[in-house]
């Protein structure tokens, strides 16, 4: 699973989820206590008589391309930005940026704006095989989840929700942003979506995203380094709009426009589940700044978090070892090549967001509701509930037996849990999620699920803080997948 760019998932997300309007322009976003975070100097500068709009000189934060911060700037997207406007937007942007991140731009930041059919189609042709391995892999990994049926491919629900929504995106690969618009001769930028990826670029800047401590090895470690990069760029853009509501700034106005084109719904337990760097990465960040200011923030980029579980909870508690042998039989056999031997870690943000989607089909699991109960102002949705929360670690052994439109599939699912209490939460909420689909039990720690997406059989057992949840087609091929002992 890789990202969904921001600006999109922004937008989308508390349209679909929450049945709101598209944020940022519309109203004020919190922000904490004081202005000025680049320097006392520029902070008694704001706004003072007599601000000498002269270029330095030298480059220093809060100027950039000729731009000031505060500095007023001729921009009218009403009939599209031209060629200067944007040059001068996206300079002030960038000045503004640095005002507030108090990280420096080496060099200047291209924008390419490109047109919605052209980066739908180049995101198909990249598309992973329906066919392929990982894709095989990946798929029981959210069915695992009971996200995603067996008649859903996740590679194409993920591209479907890009393809249709994501309206900019930062490519470091390239150093420049990407604008994506029905509209290319005429282009039209949301303050939200330049200002999130320009400090996407800043942050490439000075700490190289393309290096491999931002590629995670699982789901959520993926996920939970999302969680400082994405969680950074929403913390400034939130730092932003206050401004701009307040009156403080003078910003550039965004004419009514159609978001994203017609294209399938999204899975909403697929857009929840990544959506949660972006949600809860501005709170982890903005802890880290009230311990250290914006060097504690710089230097979490050296060592990113490990898991979901310490952006959701603000922690530095380290997941617990989980070793696994593999003991299946009569032709069941891992993916070896996938993920961390075979495995992947789905971690607390996916476990909740298998809660919360189930719920919302009628499972008894947690009140749906609860995802908007926020403590933070920095919050978007409040990904903590008892069945997840308490975890210790986890990996999902995807497994198939055969190959083609033959193979057989299942998994074995092991999860870890601070307490007996924490382990005996999330399985119940497990068992709920069994009844909920139909499930019937077939001895004290077998369900089988006849009809639907999800019709398999299930073994779930728990042994102190450990629940071990075994998959397969029917009761007989789950001392298969994994015999009892």
């Given at each position: 699973?890789?990202?969904?760019?921001?600006?999109?998932?922004?937008?989308?997300?508390?349209?679909?989820?929450?049945?709101?309007?598209?944020?940022?322009?519309?109203?004020?976003?919190?922000?904490?206590?004081?202005?000025?975070?680049?320097?006392?100097?520029?902070?008694?500068?704001?706004?003072?008589?007599?601000?000498?709009?002269?270029?330095?000189?030298?480059?220093?934060?809060?100027?950039?391309?000729?731009?000031?911060?505060?500095?007023?700037?001729?921009?009218?997207?009403?009939?599209?930005?031209?060629?200067?406007?944007?040059?001068?937007?996206?300079?002030?942007?960038?000045?503004?940026?640095?005002?507030?991140?108090?990280?420096?731009?080496?060099?200047?930041?291209?924008?390419?704006?490109?047109?919605?059919?052209?980066?739908?189609?180049?995101?198909?042709?990249?598309?992973?095989?329906?066919?392929?391995?990982?894709?095989?892999?990946?798929?029981?990994?959210?069915?695992?989840?009971?996200?995603?049926?067996?008649?859903?491919?996740?590679?194409?629900?993920?591209?479907?929700?890009?393809?249709?929504?994501?309206?900019?995106?930062?490519?470091?690969?390239?150093?420049?942003?990407?604008?994506?618009?029905?509209?290319?001769?005429?282009?039209?930028?949301?303050?939200?979506?330049?200002?999130?990826?320009?400090?996407?670029?800043?942050?490439?800047?000075?700490?190289?995203?393309?290096?491999?401590?931002?590629?995670?090895?699982?789901?959520?470690?993926?996920?939970?380094?999302?969680?400082?990069?994405?969680?950074?760029?929403?913390?400034?853009?939130?730092e932003y709009a206050q401004r701009c509501a307040s009156g403080e700034w003078e910003c550039v106005s965004t004419p009514s426009q159609r978001g994203g084109s017609d294209g399938p719904p999204p899975n909403l337990g697929i857009l929840l589940t990544v959506f949660q760097p972006y949600s809860d990465g501005p709170v982890y960040v903005s802890w880290l700044k009230e311990d250290g200011g914006w060097e504690a923030v710089n230097d979490a980029f050296d060592s990113p978090p490990v898991s979901t579980e310490q952006v959701i909870h603000a922690t530095d508690e380290e997941p617990v070892p989980i070793e696994f042998r593999d003991r299946a039989r009569n032709g069941w056999e891992l993916y070896p090549d996938q993920g961390v031997d075979g495995s992947d870690t789905v971690g607390e943000a996916s476990i909740f967001a298998m809660f919360w989607s189930q719920a919302r089909s009628g499972a008894e699991t947690i009140n749906p509701r609860g995802l908007f109960e926020t403590d933070s102002p920095y919050d978007t949705y409040n990904y903590a509930a008892d069945p997840s929360a308490g975890w210790a670690n986890d990996r999902v052994f995807p497994y198939h037996k055969g190959s083609g439109a033959d193979a057989e599939y299942g998994y074995v699912w092991v999860t870890e849990w601070d307490t007996e209490q924490d382990a005996r939460e999330f399985l119940e909420a497990y068992r709920a999620i069994l009844r909920a689909q139909g499930g019937s039990q077939q001895a004290t720690d077998v369900w089988v699920v006849s009809e639907g997406p999800y019709a398999d059989a299930f073994r779930v057992t728990r042994q102190g803080t450990r629940v071990v949840v075994v998959n397969a087609p029917t009761a007989e091929d789950l001392e298969d997948v994994r015999p009892r002992g």
């Open positions: 699973m890789r990202r969904l760019q921001a600006s999109s998932l922004l937008v989308v997300a508390l349209v679909v989820l929450a049945g709101c309007a598209a944020p940022f322009a519309d109203g004020p976003l919190p922000a904490d206590a004081g202005a000025g975070d680049a320097g006392d100097e520029q902070a008694d500068a704001n706004g003072a008589d007599g601000f000498d709009f002269a270029d330095p000189a030298s480059d220093r934060l809060g100027w950039e391309s000729g731009y000031w911060y505060n500095e007023s700037i001729d921009v009218n997207q009403s009939d599209g930005l031209s060629d200067a406007e944007l040059d001068a937007f996206v300079g002030r942007s960038m000045a503004r940026v640095e005002y507030i991140r108090g990280l420096e731009f080496e060099s200047e930041v291209p924008v390419e704006v490109i047109a919605r059919s052209e980066y739908r189609n180049g995101s198909a042709e990249v598309a992973t095989p329906a066919e392929s391995d990982f894709s095989a892999w990946n798929n029981q990994v959210w069915e695992a989840l009971f996200i995603a049926g067996e008649d859903t491919n996740v590679q194409q629900a993920l591209s479907d929700t890009q393809g249709s929504s994501v309206v900019g995106f930062y490519a470091p690969s390239d150093d420049e942003i990407k604008v994506i618009t029905e509209t290319p001769d005429s282009p039209v930028l949301r303050n939200s979506t330049l200002v999130h990826e320009l400090v996407h670029a800043a942050q490439d800047q000075q700490f190289d995203l393309t290096r491999e401590r931002y590629r995670g090895e699982t789901q959520d470690g993926d996920l939970a380094i999302d969680g400082l990069v994405e969680g950074d760029a929403n913390y400034v853009e939130s």
